[in-house]
């Protein structure tokens, strides 16, 4: 990955070639953006530049044995640390660690787009059947042992550790003390979507770099590129947010599952129609899996902010496409300053509990109930 294959983000480019260029790189970076951002491209690039054996002034050279290495994610001092799960090959959690799912990982990095798409699209990936993924403490037993070997270039040795949100707490206090004092010419990069979930002790050992989501120029250029129509590629980047993943969904016309099962499901509650609920949308929701239910609820979040723009007369800042827009509409009449406040916490308190593996069924349920409760559909 070179810099110039990232969109956007080149002021943070400019001061990472700089830091490198005068031997001041920071042995433990946290890069920082939202999900379907440029962080992780980001960091791969920065390896790539650190190890090129001919780098410019503003990208490595994309010729030389490191880099060609670094192309094919085939770089012996790179190391990965990534959130895995069970699956028919892997069964057993304390074989479940990264080594094992390299050549997944490589040919899902390298697959078109890789790059941007989340750890629902990597679970799925590797035929982990919508299962919590999750980085344990034998990924860290791993790492340090890896550490402990002497590199096999004249470079550095790189652990890029993606997600690290998702790190177990004992798997996250294992890497502390080598986070603090690593070896020689060792470099942690942590690429992170939700740095608030981190612990403490991680956040203190790292050096930030806040990646800004591309902006709508920068991925109007992209999807261009992809072979999108001009215009077409500019409604695009305005409606997606900065969100590249999301993006391409749109751009491809691929409908999102959580989008039009929440504007069904919210037209029940209002009714509100429980037995409808409970015989069909519960199931539908199980179906969804972890991840997609944690979509699901980030699409409500998102509606209850854009329902409130247009309740407020400020259209003009609202990134919906034309049908949502129209449900957002109908439904900022229905909202107020009294039960948006219960909204926006049940759903986030239902968040909560899905990402604690609590039962699906019964958190969908028991939201659908507090939901017709703030419409004043029900006591």
Not at 66 to 80: I, Q, T, V, W
Not at 357 to 363: D, P, Q
Request: aromatic fraction near 10%; hydrophobic fraction near 40%.
């Amino acid at each position: 990955m070179l810099f110039s294959q990232v969109p956007g983000a080149n002021d943070i480019k400019k001061v990472l070639i700089h830091a490198a260029q005068q031997g001041k790189v920071a042995h433990a970076q946290l890069f920082i953006g939202k999900e379907g951002g440029v962080q992780l491209a980001l960091a791969l690039a920065y390896a790539t530049y650190l190890n090129c054996e001919n780098p410019t002034d503003e990208d490595a050279c994309g010729e030389c044995k490191s880099c060609k290495n670094a192309e094919r994610l085939m770089y012996p001092d790179l190391h990965f640390v990534l959130p895995t799960v069970l699956t028919k090959k892997v069964t057993k959690r304390e074989d479940a660690t990264s080594d094992k799912f390299l050549p997944d990982w490589r040919s899902f990095l390298l697959e078109e787009n890789g790059l941007y798409k989340n750890v629902a699209d990597w679970v799925d990936h590797i035929g982990g059947d919508n299962k919590q993924a999750m980085i344990t403490r034998q990924e860290s037993r791993q790492t340090i042992k890896a550490l402990s070997v002497k590199a096999h270039q004249n470079g550095y040795k790189i652990v890029l550790v993606w997600l690290p949100e998702l790190m177990q707490a004992p798997a996250a206090n294992a890497v502390l003390k080598i986070l603090e004092e690593p070896p020689e010419k060792t470099l942690f990069f942590m690429v992170t979507n939700d740095p608030e979930k981190l612990i403490v002790t991680i956040l203190s050992r790292t050096q930030k770099v806040f990646v800004p989501s591309p902006s709508d120029e920068h991925i109007s250029k992209f999807l261009i590129e992809q072979g999108v129509e001009t215009e077409k590629s500019k409604k695009v980047a305005f409606l997606s947010d900065g969100n590249i993943r999301e993006a391409l969904r749109i751009a491809s016309d691929i409908p999102d599952q959580s989008e039009s099962l929440f504007k069904e499901w919210m037209r029940a509650c209002f009714k509100p129609s429980f037995t409808e609920i409970i015989t069909q949308w519960s199931e539908e929701f199980n179906k969804l899996g972890k991840e997609g239910q944690k979509s699901f609820f980030k699409f409500g979040l998102t509606l209850f902010r854009e329902a409130m723009l247009i309740k407020n007369q400020a259209d003009q800042v609202v990134r919906l496409d034309e049908e949502s827009h129209t449900f957002a509409k109908n439904f900022a009449q229905v909202l107020s300053d009294k039960n948006l406040p219960m909204l926006v916490n049940s759903f986030n308190d239902a968040c909560y509990f899905i990402e604690r593996n609590g039962n699906a069924k019964i958190v969908f349920v028991s939201l659908s109930i507090k939901v017709s409760r703030a419409f004043g559909r029900i006591q």
